[in-house]
């Protein structure tokens, strides 16, 4: 039967009453031997010899991932990997080592009463029979196992002191608790999370639909200033009034703001407004050659103006027209 990947730790509340940042820890020297134990236990304890290995450890996100192997060469681990293939054990367990702790609210979570674990060391993982929680883990600092599940007091992992907690905080600060603890499930849900996502998910999803908006945002203020600018070399609006025109689109919308300029109409050029005269027309139109000047007005540009009379004639046969060679 095909292994499968199963999750080693995340930095969810554990039984201890404290947090392990998954970013904190150090799986460096743990891959370099990777063993899977029995329940944490190591053989010179009189129990059984690592019945396997850990491969593909990564982090996704929050977790902690890998793949347990087991050793089929040795009884007791054969009997470990047929209840872990058929499903009757299903989780594992986390042995690190503490080297940094902290109390920074930064890294607290409701229920919390013992400093998050900052940065630690990898040791072990071990498939354990029954976890404390969803999240079993098992600390130890200094070669020595911590025992602080079963009440004992260790200041390995110091407890926070009473208005860290939340149980030691203002009346008015639970009720904002509260408030935030049911806001932020409403506020799972919207992001298509589950209740038991964790901060980094959730940090991690808000930063994807930001990403999203500010594309959104980025092409929506393209459209605008494409449209303000045409409207610009229309006519329009005149160039002093851009910024005016593409504020006006971020607030009303980028339609609204295409029919207001489209009732705008472009302004007129004296020369638009002023008729010119029949004459006029004709001195200000301009060929490019001959055949493209109307028969009425050919004779008045012999007559009148020559330079423009031998330049058309030009441009239409190639030569200079005779009256000019004949000096006429």
């Known amino acids: 039967m095909a292994d499968r990947e199963v999750v080693i730790s995340t930095s969810a509340l554990n039984s201890y009453g404290s947090r392990v940042l998954t970013s904190g820890i150090d799986t460096r020297q743990y891959e370099r031997n990777p063993i899977l134990l029995w329940m944490h236990t190591r053989g010179y304890d009189g129990g059984p010899l690592p019945i396997g290995r850990m491969e593909g450890i990564r982090v996704d996100g929050d977790r902690l991932i890998g793949t347990p192997v087991f050793d089929m060469e040795d009884e007791f681990a054969k009997r470990i990997a047929s209840k872990w293939h058929n499903d009757f054990l299903r989780m594992v367990s986390a042995g690190v080592e503490i080297v940094e702790t902290s109390a920074d609210p930064s890294v607290l979570v409701p229920g919390q009463t013992r400093e998050t674990v900052t940065r630690c060391r990898l040791e072990e993982v071990s498939i354990v029979d029954i976890g404390a929680n969803d999240e079993a883990i098992r600390l130890s600092r200094g070669g020595r196992p911590l025992d602080l599940a079963r009440g004992g007091a ?3 992992l110091p407890p926070l002191e009473a ?4 149980a030691g905080r203002p009346e008015a600060e639970d009720d904002k608790l ?4 049911g806001m932020n499930s409403e506020i799972l849900q919207l992001l ?3 209740e038991t996502a964790t901060d ?3 940090a991690g999803a808000l930063r994807l639909l930001k990403e ?3 594309e959104a945002e980025g092409l929506r203020l393209s ?5 303000v600018d045409a409207a610009i070399a229309d006519r329009r609006i005149n160039a002093d009034k851009r910024e005016h025109f593409i504020s006006l689109g971020r607030a009303a919308g980028l339609d609204s703001l295409r029919e207001t300029l489209s009732l705008m109409r472009p302004a007129l050029r004296p020369s638009d407004v002023i008729r010119p005269s029949t004459d006029d027309l004709h001195q200000e139109r301009e060929y490019s050659r001959l055949s493209e000047v109307p028969a009425s007005e050919i004779a008045a540009i012999r007559k009148n103006d020559r330079a423009r009379y031998v330049r058309l004639y030009m441009a239409e046969y190639g030569r200079e027209p005779k009256f000019i060679t004949e000096n006429e």
Do not use: K
Request: no cysteine; charged share 30%.
């Open 223 to 227: 459209g605008i200033t494409s449209l």
């Open 212 to 214: 999203r908006a500010d």
């Open 200 to 202: 980094q998910e959730a």
């Open 192 to 194: 298509g999370l589950p």
């Open 163 to 166: 208005e860290e907690t939340v």
């Open 178 to 181: 509260n408030n935030t603890t």
């Open 154 to 156: 260790d200041d390995f």
